[in-house]
């Protein structure tokens, strides 16, 4: 065989095209998982050699008040947002699903905070707008409401900051629902009303099974995001006042960057590596009890 | 016939309310970036300056520490677009691989990208900054754009689709013309891909230039910094902070955004709703 044959066979062009991809997961994927392993049982600040401490980073983890607290502020933010978004974007979608003149406008109106959202300028924006003398609470005032309310200082407003910011983005997830509800036979929805099936039993014999698999898998997709969401805590509340926008993955870089505890930062990062894990596992268990694919 | 137009009326001036709530916060930056910074929030309830300045433009982009803007904006877009291109050639490579040939652990590999996808970089940014550090890239640009020369799983998804779609009665003519797999690859399928690749290119743009956390991690010299981390150093509140100036670049850091989002709008649809996901 020449070289030239032997480079045209199936096997091994395929692996040459996807060489790079093997070459970049092992490089930048599998070697810092197996160093974030190694670490993970070590005391190590980055300048001195890591010394071996055992499980000693996983058992002051569930004695530090901090990371339970993060921990808590994370699952309450991704709980909370990511199906409020989900919701938004679903019913805006249904009204948008309407053909008018103007459909292609309004879409580009839903859809442009979410392509904005992640930016540091959206955050800077975010942070004036909840400011006690921002745009927010001048706008209360105008119309009447109390306009004093520190959005950003009191613990009991302040994650729900985050939380509207995240909402607002909903635009993305809204088009893939747009082109779902587009791809729904209009023959089920003439049968159902031939009949004699009202809007809401429409919805949610027709219009919801059909989207399902599209919501598990935004579902999913956005759930990890949200438990990994950095930026906007970072700056805009920087996890104050007193923790109670704390999210984990801040602290995480607090712990390793600015305290110089790689090894317990490392931990940290396993541990919601798993619960993520977990919690995707339990959500693809159950996805057959709620989830309707169309050639079962 | 009148009550459905009644109707229409009704949903055309709701739906143009709820809009105006949804872009209030974008109208309201880009308004307070041609206000005194004083007036800014004297008069935060009012969209409309009481006069157009651009005093806040030149202020801001003098920078700070010495830097100004236009080296954060020769940066970011130094940064982004060798990304960008890296994150397209590599993507469309490993792509083909995963969608025509059929080589012995496919499906491992597949899933070993299914993994990548989903693994967070939160997860990795410890050993990451580790290793990128013992190999002195900490600094330097590096590991901002060299991981990108090995694929993005979205882009390789999107392309994949799109080369599902591509006859393979193509690939097996030009095979029986003599053409190599490389050959296919380079004459056949490429030039049909171009619209994915666009796609790849402009979400993968707008994604670096966005990027906060690798850049607040691997730079360390506000003369290497990109746009996104300069603003949010210049909106520490450790300095005198002149809000006029900070919305006045915040603005102009979404330029770029505005102008895809403008122009490009058809891609970004087309890729949301063929992946079905945005990141």
Redesign the interface.
């Known amino acids: 065989m020449t070289i030239?044959q032997r480079?045209?066979k199936?096997?091994?062009?395929?692996?040459?095209?996807?060489s790079?991809?093997?070459?970049?997961?092992l490089?930048?994927?599998i070697?810092?998982?197996?160093?974030?392993f190694v670490?993970s049982f070590t005391d190590y600040d980055?300048l001195s050699a890591p010394t071996f401490i055992g499980l000693n980073n996983f058992k002051e983890m569930f004695q530090d008040p901090t990371f339970w607290q993060s921990m808590g502020v994370t699952f309450y933010y991704a709980l909370v947002s990511v199906p409020l978004r989900l919701i938004f974007a679903l019913l805006?979608a249904m009204?948008?699903v309407?053909p008018?003149k103007?459909s292609g406008v309004?879409?580009?109106?839903?859809?442009?905070?979410?392509?904005?959202g992640?930016?540091?300028?959206?955050?800077?924006?975010?942070?004036?707008?909840f400011?006690s003398?921002?745009?927010i609470?001048?706008?209360l005032?105008?119309v009447g409401l109390p306009g004093d309310t520190a959005w950003l200082a009191q613990t009991n407003t302040a994650l729900w900051v985050l939380i509207i910011l995240a909402v607002?983005q909903f635009g993305?997830?809204m088009?893939?629902f747009?082109?779902g509800l587009k791809q729904i036979p209009v023959s089920y929805y003439e049968a159902a009303t031939i009949d004699g099936a009202s809007g809401p039993k429409k919805f949610f014999s027709i219009t919801l099974p059909m989207l399902t698999p599209?919501i598990f898998?935004?579902l999913v997709?956005q759930l990890?995001?949200g438990?990994?969401a950095?930026?906007q805590c970072?700056?805009i509340t920087g996890g104050k006042p007193l923790n109670t926008t704390l999210f984990y993955?801040v602290y995480?870089?607090q712990c390793?960057?600015q305290f110089n505890r790689?090894g317990y930062?490392?931990a940290m990062?396993w541990i919601?590596?798993i619960l993520?894990a977990v919690m995707?596992g339990i959500l693809f268990k159950t996805s057959n009890k709620w989830v309707y694919y169309e050639s079962k | 016939m009148n009550a459905r137009k009644n109707r229409t009326v009704v949903y055309h001036i709701l739906v143009c309310l709820f809009g105006l709530v949804m872009i209030y916060p974008v109208l309201w930056m880009i308004m307070s970036s041609f206000k005194n910074s004083s007036e800014i929030f004297q008069n935060a309830d009012s969209l409309l300056p009481t006069s157009f300045k651009f005093s806040n433009y030149t202020n801001g982009w003098s920078g700070f520490g010495g830097v100004s803007f236009s080296v954060f904006f020769k940066n970011s877009f130094l940064i982004c677009i060798l990304a960008t291109v890296g994150t397209v050639i590599s993507s469309a490579i490993i792509a083909y691989g995963f969608a025509r040939c059929n080589f012995k652990f496919r499906n491992f590999w597949f899933g070993c990208m299914l993994i990548s996808m989903m693994m967070p970089f939160q997860m990795i940014m410890i050993p990451q900054f580790i290793i990128f550090k013992k190999l002195n890239w900490v600094g330097t640009f590096l590991p901002l754009i060299v991981p990108y020369f090995f694929g993005l799983p979205f882009g390789i998804f999107l392309i994949m689709q799109f080369i599902r779609g591509i006859p393979k009665e193509l690939d097996e003519a030009a095979k029986i013309d003599g053409c190599s797999t490389y050959g296919i690859f380079g004459r056949i399928i490429l030039p049909l891909i171009v619209p994915a690749l666009i796609t790849t290119a402009i979400f993968q743009f707008m994604w670096r230039w966005d990027d906060f956390l690798a850049a607040l991690l691997f730079l360390n010299k506000p003369s290497r910094y990109p746009v996104s981390l300069a603003l949010k150093m210049f909106s520490d509140p450790s300095a005198q902070s002149d809000w006029g100036a900070m919305f006045a670049m915040a603005t102009l850091s979404l330029v770029p955004i505005f102008i895809i989002f403008i122009c490009l709008q058809k891609y970004l649809v087309e890729g949301i709703s063929t992946t079905g996901m945005k990141d």
């Open positions: 030239s480079l045209n199936e096997n091994t062009a395929g692996y040459i095209f996807i790079l991809f093997i070459i970049g997961f490089a930048f994927t070697v810092p998982i197996g160093v974030s670490l980055i805006v009204v948008l309407r008018s103007a309004y879409r580009a109106v839903y859809y442009l905070p979410s392509i904005i992640s930016s540091v300028a959206v955050a800077v924006l975010w942070k004036r707008l400011a003398d921002g745009a609470n001048a706008l005032a105008m607002w993305s997830s088009l893939i747009l082109s599209v898998f935004n997709m990890i995001n438990f990994m950095f930026t970072y700056i993955s995480m870089y390793s960057f790689m930062g490392c990062a919601m590596l993520v995707t």
